[in-house]
């Protein structure tokens, strides 16, 4: 019932092991499913513990892709797209994003007025400072570099970016659509 005397001197003499290291916050870089809310998300971890992450690659190093800087700077719109698309998990598809980026730029010449509130949202989903400058600013002063480097950080991640949201949900649960929908319901009463 109680520890012997070579039980408590044997646990005395055994070294603490050393304490595990925090998850780290934001995307995964291999996305995780939660199944019963078919979502991408980071692993749990309190608010406390979080410490403000940083991009993955800096806001002027567009040229490390260059395929997609050569359509970021020829048509915004289907990077903006491809961004929105995921930062909304899916709920704004790729085409409604890049149609209302396109006519904003269209109609005003300032399309930053939108995509800088999703440098917000998906700042914020990452965890990331407010670096190097508001969001606002950086999408007004390189509204294209400010898109490479959101792409570029989703890519990162572990996104593939023309597959879409539905599209990578589908390639982390290996070709199986999760359809969230409520058992089937029999009529009547049978005997």
């Not at 407010?130 to 991640?157: G, I, M, S, W």
Request: glycine share 8%; aromatic share 8%; proline share 8%.
């Amino acid at each position: 019932m109680y520890p012997s005397k070579q039980d408590t001197a044997h646990e005395m003499n055994q070294k603490p092991s050393p304490p595990l290291p925090a998850p780290v916050t934001g995307y995964p870089a291999g996305p995780f499913i939660n199944q019963h809310h078919n979502e991408i998300h980071s692993h749990p971890i309190q608010h406390q513990q979080q410490q403000p992450g940083r991009w993955s690659s800096g806001l002027c190093d567009c040229f490390s892709d260059i395929p997609n800087c050569c359509i970021t700077c020829w048509c915004p719109c289907i990077t903006f797209g491809q961004i929105a698309e995921i930062v909304d998990k899916g709920t704004t598809s790729c085409a409604v994003s890049g149609a209302i980026y396109g006519v904003l730029l269209w109609f005003t010449g300032c399309p930053c007025i939108y995509s800088c509130l999703y440098r917000t949202k998906m700042r914020k989903q990452l965890m990331f400072e407010d670096r190097p400058c508001n969001d606002c600013l950086v999408h007004f002063c390189c509204d294209a570099c400010a898109l490479c480097q959101e792409y570029r950080e989703l890519k990162h991640r572990g996104f593939d970016m023309s597959m879409g949201w539905q599209g990578n949900v589908e390639r982390q649960n290996g070709g199986v659509a999760m359809i969230a929908s409520a058992p089937p319901v029999e009529q009547g009463m049978k005997r």
